[in-house]
């Protein structure tokens, strides 16, 4: 099974969406394996969007996520990472498709309320960065009945 960091970003928990996430991320099947709602500081930010250091809107995003909580997760199930990229959808939420989870609550590219890994390489640094080894709940099975 693959692996997928997700984080409901500052936005997404001051409007009450984290349930509503959290849900969508459920009944498409995928298994939340880890879970957290901390407060960013600034160095976990900057690790966190290390690939965009130097870019006009970096300092922007990291006083943006560093601007309240976040819920942090790690989600797993067949092809993680795709599926979410998926389900969220586009960067810019004035883009994104009606149905994902930018298309319905994200208006902008700066407040587009969640963060998913964008491949499967940077998966394990993402995570690494939010939870240690033992936080990951490992070996149970999801149960989509309880018939």
């Not at 409007?15 to 995928?30: A, D, F, P, Q, Y």
């Not at 930018?102 to 960065?129: C, Q, Y």
Request: aromatic share 6%; hydrophobic share 40%.
């Amino acid at each position: 099974m693959e692996r997928e960091f997700v984080m409901i970003k500052p936005d997404g928990v001051k409007r009450g969406l984290v349930g509503e996430i959290i849900s969508r991320i459920e009944r498409k099947g995928l298994k939340i394996v880890a879970m957290k709602m901390l407060k960013l500081d600034r160095e976990m930010a900057e690790r966190l969007y290390e690939e965009h250091k130097g870019k006009p809107f970096f300092d922007d995003l990291i006083s943006y996520v560093t601007s309240g909580p976040v819920v942090a997760m790690v989600v797993e199930g067949p092809n993680a990472v795709e599926v979410m990229r998926r389900m969220i959808g586009d960067t810019d939420g004035a883009k994104a498709a009606p149905g994902t989870i930018r298309g319905d609550f994200a208006l902008s590219k700066a407040r587009n309320v969640v963060h998913a890994t964008d491949s499967p390489e940077k998966v394990a640094r993402e995570m690494s960065i939010f939870f240690r080894d033992d936080e990951i709940v490992e070996g149970y099975e999801l149960c989509h009945s309880i018939y």
